[in-house]
């Protein structure tokens, strides 16, 4: 088993120049399951590279616990725990070619004793002499069969002999993702692994690294800032905000159900649009001088509100364009961007004058200036108190899906 748990877990760094204990991680809990592909996102400072570091023993957390499996880690040493990190950088030895930087933590797996260093070298040192001659060595040979079978997984095979200065970007970015697999250790670590790449390398790396995840079912905790690595990558996803866990769910919930006005305005892209609204009662509230229907689980819990004010959140593709009617909202289109399938418009309300976003179709004409009439769909609406949490859903719901097969 290799089912990752951070228990209560701090990290505080030391006061700099007479300032105040930076306080990075907050009495974290979160259980990461065998063979899952966890990504956590998050604004930069939020901790979220720090946890990685606190995992692979790269930093020490000023509390709380770590466990990988069933041994607790938190005081062993980075090369104890069984992990392997791919770092944004991507960290490769400049002086070892391809195949030298995929063994190189195979051959550090254990100690060797005197006599079996030097078997090795001069294993190494005979591999091009005629087979009469060179000096036998199982681990070396295993260790290159190994690096054999990584290299041909990951198209590899022929820059085995360059350096990396000889490679481009992408095949730097596979080399270190070699590196982690070839030790198949029992979790694997990525830190924004794909930022250095191009917009193309980086959909076809995604992918790669999806697909090797899955044939290889190594537990994984990935950290990305992008929204479209974190919603098609990730089994689930953990949003972190100042120190401390703010959701976990699969990409679909916390797209659909955010628990709170940070996760609302951090997932999905662009984000929620919020206004400000107050409740009539069971299925219906009031934004500005408009009366607007709510449906869906949600209907029935603004029958215990009636009268209170509360933030009120639409998806852009939960705002429509309309006829002109009482129950519409009058808009003036200020921004249209064209992304080829679609079409997405930054819109000022007549009422209020709140900006909201709304996506429509890529055959609509329309201009900045133009007027336009938007229809809320009843059943996107999500509500936030005035402390920025989600109304709670009904119990039935309240559990969630279930998670995908891994």
């Given at each position: 088993?290799?089912?990752?748990?951070?228990?209560?877990?701090?990290?505080?760094?030391?006061?700099?120049?007479?300032?105040?204990?930076?306080?990075?991680?907050?009495?974290?809990?979160?259980?990461?399951?065998?063979?899952?592909?966890?990504?956590?996102?998050?604004?930069?400072?939020?901790?979220?590279?720090?946890?990685?570091?606190?995992?692979?023993?790269?930093?020490?957390?000023?509390?709380?616990?770590?466990?990988?499996?069933?041994?607790?880690?938190?005081?062993?040493?980075?090369?104890?725990?069984?992990?392997?990190?791919?770092?944004?950088?991507?960290?490769?030895?400049?002086?070892?070619?391809?195949?030298?930087?995929?063994?190189?933590?195979?051959?550090?797996?254990?100690?060797?004793?005197?006599?079996?260093?030097?078997q090795d070298a001069l294993h190494l040192?005979s591999r091009r002499l005629p087979p009469?001659?060179?000096?036998?060595?199982?681990?070396?040979?295993?260790?290159?069969?190994?690096?054999?079978?990584?290299?041909?997984?990951?198209?590899?095979?022929?820059?085995?002999?360059?350096?990396?200065?000889?490679?481009?970007?992408?095949?730097?970015?596979?080399?270190?993702?070699?590196?982690?697999?070839?030790?198949?250790?029992?979790?694997?670590?990525?830190?924004?692994?794909?930022?250095?790449?191009?917009?193309?390398?980086?959909?076809?790396?995604?992918?790669?690294?999806?697909?090797?995840?899955?044939?290889?079912?190594?537990?994984?905790?990935?950290?990305?800032?992008?929204?479209?690595?974190?919603?098609?990558?990730?089994?689930?996803?953990?949003?972190?905000?100042?120190?401390?866990?703010?959701?976990?769910?699969?990409?679909?919930?916390?797209?659909?159900?955010?628990?709170?006005?940070?996760?609302?305005?951090?997932?999905?892209?662009?984000?929620?649009?919020?206004?400000?609204?107050?409740?009539?009662?069971?299925?219906?509230?009031?934004?500005?001088?408009?009366?607007?229907?709510?449906?869906?689980?949600?209907?029935?819990?603004?029958?215990?509100?009636?009268?209170?004010?509360?933030?009120?959140?639409?998806?852009?593709?939960?705002?429509?364009?309309?006829?002109?009617?009482?129950?519409?909202?009058g808009a003036e289109v200020q921004n249209?961007?064209?992304?080829?399938?679609?079409?997405?418009?930054?819109?000022?309300?007549?009422?209020?004058?709140?900006?909201?976003?709304?996506?429509?179709?890529?055959?609509?004409?329309?201009?900045?200036?133009?007027?336009?009439?938007?229809?809320?769909?009843?059943?996107?609406?999500?509500?936030?108190?005035?402390?920025?949490?989600?109304?709670?859903?009904?119990?039935?719901?309240?559990?969630?899906?279930?998670?995908?097969?891994?």
């Open positions: 088993m290799a089912e990752v748990r951070f228990e209560a877990v701090s990290k505080t760094y030391p006061p700099r120049r007479g300032g105040a204990p930076v306080e990075v991680l907050r009495r974290l809990d979160l259980h990461v399951h065998d063979g899952e592909f966890l990504v956590l996102v998050g604004p930069s400072g939020c901790g979220k590279s720090t946890l990685l570091r606190l995992l692979a023993g790269l930093e020490q957390p000023t509390g709380g616990s770590i466990a990988v499996g069933d041994r607790e880690v938190t005081g062993l040493r980075p090369a104890q725990r069984d992990v392997a990190m791919v770092f944004q950088s991507y960290a490769l030895y400049p002086h070892l070619t391809v195949a030298g930087n995929l063994s190189f933590g195979l051959r550090r797996s254990r100690a060797r004793t005197l006599a079996e260093q030097v040192a009469p001659l060179r000096i036998h060595s199982g681990r070396e040979q295993r260790i290159a069969a190994r690096v054999q079978e990584v290299a041909r997984s990951l198209e590899l095979e022929p820059l085995l002999e360059r350096l990396p200065k000889e490679l481009s970007g992408g095949q730097k970015q596979r080399v270190a993702l070699g590196r982690a697999i070839a030790r198949q250790p029992a979790v694997f670590l990525m830190d924004e692994p794909l930022s250095n790449l191009d917009a193309k390398l980086r959909t076809g790396t995604r992918a790669q690294i999806v697909a090797l995840q899955r044939e290889l079912g190594t537990t994984t905790l990935y950290v990305t800032h992008d929204q479209v690595e974190a919603m098609t990558m990730g089994h689930r996803i953990a949003v972190l905000n100042d120190g401390q866990l703010q959701q976990l769910g699969t990409p679909m919930q916390l797209y659909q159900w955010p628990a709170n006005l940070f996760v609302a305005q951090f997932i999905g892209s662009p984000p929620m649009n919020l206004l400000p609204v107050t409740v009539l009662g069971a299925g219906q509230l009031q934004l500005g001088g408009r009366r607007l229907p709510v449906e869906g689980p949600l209907a029935e819990q603004l029958a215990s509100r009636a009268g209170q004010s509360l933030t009120g959140g639409l998806r852009p593709e939960h705002l429509r364009l309309a006829p002109a009617t009482n129950r519409n909202l249209v961007e064209a992304l080829g399938n679609e079409q997405l418009l930054t819109c000022r309300l007549a009422e209020h004058s709140h900006l909201v976003q709304v996506r429509i179709g890529a055959d609509e004409r329309l201009s900045p200036g133009d007027t336009i009439h938007l229809e809320p769909d009843p059943g996107g609406w999500r509500f936030f108190d005035a402390e920025g949490q989600a109304l709670p859903l009904p119990e039935p719901m309240a559990a969630g899906p279930v998670l995908p097969s891994l």
